[in-house]
């Protein structure tokens, strides 16, 4: 079993920063797949990024070249990194890790484990 707990969220202008952390139990977190998520209020929860055991990284196109995301495998931990955050942001973010997958990187329904989220609120 895998929990994650994500912290960092909170409000914040447009134009501003956040990084989001998300810290991991197990002891083999190095080989897991690591996403990030999020969901605005009445819509599907929607892919953001991913970065693989190997630390390839993946990321949607609404968030290229302003989120980035990394791991510490020393600390059990991923981050998002957001920069110039937009009012679109805004949203619940969750992370997700993935133990096994096919591909580079995991499709959504790989994912095994999900934290409870963190709310990130961008204010125009």
């Not at 992370?95 to 994912?111: L, Q, R, V």
């Amino acid at each position: 079993q895998v929990q994650l707990v994500e912290s960092g969220g909170g409000l914040v202008q447009a134009g501003g920063s956040l990084r989001l952390s998300c810290a991991a139990s197990g002891r083999t977190f190095s080989s897991y797949a690591m996403g990030w998520f999020r969901q605005a209020p009445g819509k599907e929860r929607e892919f953001v990024a991913a970065i693989s055991w190997s630390g390839n990284t993946y990321r949607a196109g609404s968030v290229k070249g302003r989120f980035t995301i990394s791991r510490d495998n020393a600390k059990n931990t991923v981050y998002l990194q957001m920069n110039s955050l937009k009012p679109e942001d805004t949203a619940v973010y969750y992370c997700a890790a993935s133990i096994a997958y096919s591909g580079s990187f995991p499709t959504t329904a790989e994912y095994d484990y999900w934290g409870r989220g963190t709310q990130v609120t961008v204010s125009s």
